[in-house]
């Protein structure tokens, strides 16, 4: 895949760590043409205004504005934004109400690598 082909996505989590190991896929297997990085939902909503990312991947619990909240401000400004859910395998009945608000996909932490890949491959196509 060509660097013009290869999105432009914002990781969104408020564990710098998290934000690098996802950050470290998304470039390593290729995935990504520019990463941007936000540690909370507020910020977020201020980095896809200002960068206009591609995908946004969206931690669902974080400090100042939880990530269904930022979603909720995402979809407002851009209704047709791809944004995939991060979440904690407990969480999954949120990522449900997520996906209600617009969000296309999900992902789950620990991250399977392929599985990454995958999901990323199925909203990168979609419309």
Do not use: C, H, W
């Not at 470290?24 to 200002?50: R, T």
């Not at 401000?73 to 991060?86: L, N, S, W, Y």
């Not at 608000?101 to 995958?118: Q, T």
Request: proline share 4%; charged share 30%.
């Amino acid at each position: 895949m060509s660097t013009a082909q290869k999105p432009r996505i914002l990781v969104v989590d408020d564990a710098s760590f998290l934000r690098t190991v996802l950050k470290d896929i998304l470039i390593n297997q290729g995935i990504a043409s520019e990463v941007y990085e936000a540690g909370d939902g507020m910020m977020a909503v201020d980095s896809y205004k200002k960068f206009k990312p591609d995908i946004v991947t969206m931690d669902v619990n974080m400090p100042k504005m939880d990530g269904v909240q930022a979603l909720r401000e995402i979809m407002k400004i851009d209704p047709k934004a791809k944004v995939i859910m991060v979440t904690a395998v407990e969480q999954k009945y949120i990522v449900q109400d997520a996906m209600k608000l617009g969000a296309r996909d999900y992902v789950v932490k620990p991250f399977d690598r392929s599985n990454v890949g995958l999901v990323f491959g199925k909203v990168m196509r979609s419309r």
